[in-house]
């Protein structure tokens, strides 16, 4: 299933949202940890955040693909698109995760996103069939202070 | 672990299905042809390992300050669904 740009992303919506989101095989190198809790903001638009759904205090930030990459075409896999019970790309919704280092530009992932059906909350981080057009580590454009 | 030796030309079946054919050796180089029902995703290993690193370096916490970013003009314009 090829994934072009979402209708009204929950990630741009105009008044914050806090979603329990469900990843039954886990992360990769986090296979353990299966229930996260989405939170968006406006103000914080394109990110938002994925927190791991403990009292840990931990998280990930992710952010709208399409907006950093307007171009971004990802390919589900058939399996994926099954696992999740998509039957067209506007019942996805795409993250990808997002790195922050100090003193480093940050990246987004466009190898891996995080693909959630909207209507069952059931997310997988899916590796796109073309895996190989995108970056591990896409820059993304900070603005100068 | 299973170990087979091969020709090029020569294939190995797996579950009857998937067919993984020697097509070509050059130098410490093997090329695989892999036919798998498209129910079936075919990676490099690399791209999962990199992947877990990559993820194990974003868990951040809650506390983190994000990026500020620039030249984003999509994010102020609306965002139409195009398939």
Redo the contacts between chains.
């Keep these: 299933m090829?994934c072009?740009?979402?209708?009204?992303?929950e990630i741009?919506a105009r008044t914050p949202h806090t979603n329990m989101v469900r990843i039954p095989t886990g992360?990769?190198?986090?296979e353990q940890i299966k229930d996260y809790v989405l939170k968006t903001n406006p103000e914080?638009?394109?990110?938002a955040?994925l927190?791991v759904g403990d009292d840990s205090?931990?998280?990930?930030?992710v952010v709208d693909p399409?907006?950093?990459m307007?171009a971004y075409l990802p390919d589900i896999?058939?399996?994926?698109a099954?696992f999740l019970q998509l039957s067209?790309?506007?019942d996805a919704l795409l993250l990808s995760?997002?790195?922050?280092?100090d003193g480093e530009q940050?990246t987004t992932?466009l190898?891996?996103p995080i693909v959630i059906n909207r209507h069952t909350h059931v997310g997988k981080?899916v590796?796109i069939?073309n895996?190989a057009d995108y970056s591990?580590?896409h820059p993304?454009?900070?603005?100068?202070e | 672990m299973l170990i087979l030796s091969r020709k090029i030309g020569e294939s190995i079946v797996i579950d009857g299905r998937i067919h993984v054919k020697i097509m070509r050796v050059e130098g410490d180089v093997v090329k695989l042809g892999i036919e798998a029902p498209s129910s079936i995703p075919v990676h490099r290993q690399e791209v999962y390992e990199e992947i877990q690193r990559n993820n194990q370096q974003a868990l951040t916490k809650q506390s983190t300050s994000l990026p500020k970013l620039t030249k984003l003009p999509k994010l102020a314009g609306t965002v139409k669904q195009v398939i």
């Excluded at chain 1, 205090?57 to 930030?61: E, K, M, Q, S, Y």
């Design positions: 090829k072009a740009e979402l209708m009204e992303p741009t992360l990769l190198g986090f914080e638009a394109p990110f955040w927190h205090g931990l998280a990930f930030v399409f907006i950093v307007p896999p058939k399996v994926d099954d067209e790309p506007k995760i997002v790195t922050i280092k940050p992932n190898k891996g981080q590796i069939a895996a591990l580590k993304l454009p900070v603005a100068a």
